[in-house]
Each structure stands twice: as C-alpha cells, then as structure tokens.
C-alpha cells in the first residue's frame, strides 16, 4: 500500500512556484452592487500583483469588494503574504476573503460566513496576534451602522486552505460611520505590548481600546471622539 502510494505521487508532475505578491489594489470602481455606504468602495475586480513583475485582476460574479483597501499579511509565516478582502455577495452581504497564489493561480483561500443579508457590511480593524498564542487574529467591525459588534476572527492557514474561527466578540463598538471615506480607529500593535483594536463606541462619543485577556474581549475608553483625527494619538506608541 505504502509502495503504490509513493509510485503514484511520483508520477505528479512537479508543483510550480507559488508567485510572491507584493502589492494588491482594488480595480473597476462599480455601482453594480449600490450600497453606497463607503463611497467609491465598491468594486469589481482585486489586482494582485507579483515579485516577478505580472499582475492579475480577479473577479467575482454577483458580487463586488467593497472595502478601502486589500491588506497584506503573513499568516502561514513562510514570509511571502496573502492578501484579506472584503467581499459582498448581492444576495449575502460583506465576508472577509484571503487570497494567495498556488503555483498555478491566484484564487480565495477562505472566507468567513457572510453576514446573511445585502447591503450588510464589515470594515476591518486590523490583523495580529491578539493573546500571543501564534496563531493570527482579523479583527472586524460586523455592521459598523447597525449591529456594531466588534468580532475576532482566528485565522489557521494550512496545506493552501484558511479555516476561520470566532475567538471572541463585543458589542457596542464602530470603526465606521455611514458614508465615511475612510475605516477609522485600526490596530495598535506596539513593541513589548499586546495588540490593541482601536475603535469608537457605537454612539461615537468616545475612543475605545480593547484588548482580548484570557479569552474575551475587554474595552476600556480611551479619549473623547473629536473628528478622524482624534484617533492619532491613541493609535500612537509610547
Ligand atoms: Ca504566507
Ligand atoms: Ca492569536
């Protein structure tokens, strides 16, 4: 059994080099989709592009990313990135999408469950390692207008595949206010400190740290909300 095993492997052809992206862009500013809760947010294709100079630009049917800007991460540490995106469906609403190149294409790695509904969105605060265990973290605002729940979401990338697992949520907290431009607050990721997710509370009068001890998800108000600007200095590290 083990000898037929090994004569069969054989016999594949030899993987092809996964392409290292170095930089990702959203293209093709769309209306398709018509939500309009991040103006000019909404498109239709996510360029990727590669160490070796090519690009490519994929695609979705009955679905655009809606987002205001692709991210690049690490999360399997073989120190070439994968790219997160926001992906909505026109019947599911927003999920977060990671893509990376097989050696053979660019192509989604996993996504989380979207939200159920159109026109229901998630703007993400960051990524990181938010209890130090290893493995990576994406934090998102789940409907930054309605729900304001700030969830965390466990990232395990493995043999080409991302599973995603709740880690911890709270509620009352936005990083996103309807018709914004801009994703507000972030992640503040210091050296010699646990990671921060940075946010407002869901009235918008305050600057909200949370940090994630023990397994949940503690906030504690950090400074008056005064404008996009307010957040500098609590993003700052001391
Ligand atoms: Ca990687
Ligand atoms: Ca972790």
């Excluded at 018509?34 to 679905?63: K, M, Q």
């Excluded at 070439?80 to 992906?87: D, F, I, R, T």
Aim: glycine share 10%.
């Amino acid at each position: 059994m083990r000898i037929a095993l090994a004569l069969a492997l054989a016999v594949l052809p030899a993987p092809l080099a996964a392409k290292e992206i170095v930089a990702a862009d959203y293209v093709e500013p769309t209306d398709a989709y018509g939500h309009g809760a991040l103006p000019g947010g909404e498109y239709a294709g996510l360029e990727l592009r590669y160490a070796d100079g090519s690009r490519n630009i994929l695609r979705f049917e009955a679905a655009v990313f809606e987002d205001t800007a692709p991210r690049l991460h690490d999360f399997d540490g073989d120190g070439k990135p994968e790219v997160v995106a926001v992906l909505s469906g026109f019947e599911t609403g927003a999920m977060v999408m990671i893509f990376g190149h097989d050696g053979e294409a660019a192509r989604p790695l996993g996504q989380t469950a979207a939200i159920g509904q159109r026109h229901r969105w998630l703007a993400i605060a960051g990524i990181a390692d938010f209890d130090g265990d290893g493995v990576d973290e994406i934090a998102y605002v789940d409907r930054p207008h309605l729900a304001r729940t700030l969830r965390l979401v466990r990232v395990v990338l493995q043999d080409g595949q991302a599973s995603f697992t709740q880690a911890a949520s709270a509620p009352g907290l936005s990083n996103h206010r309807y018709g914004a431009e801009m994703i507000e607050g972030g992640v503040r990721d210091c050296p010699g400190a646990a990671p921060v997710i940075v946010t407002a509370d869901a009235g918008w009068r305050e600057i909200v740290a949370t940090r994630l001890e023990a397994g949940r998800l503690v906030s504690t108000s950090a400074a008056p909300y005064d404008g996009p600007d307010s957040f500098a200095p609590v993003m700052a590290c001391r």
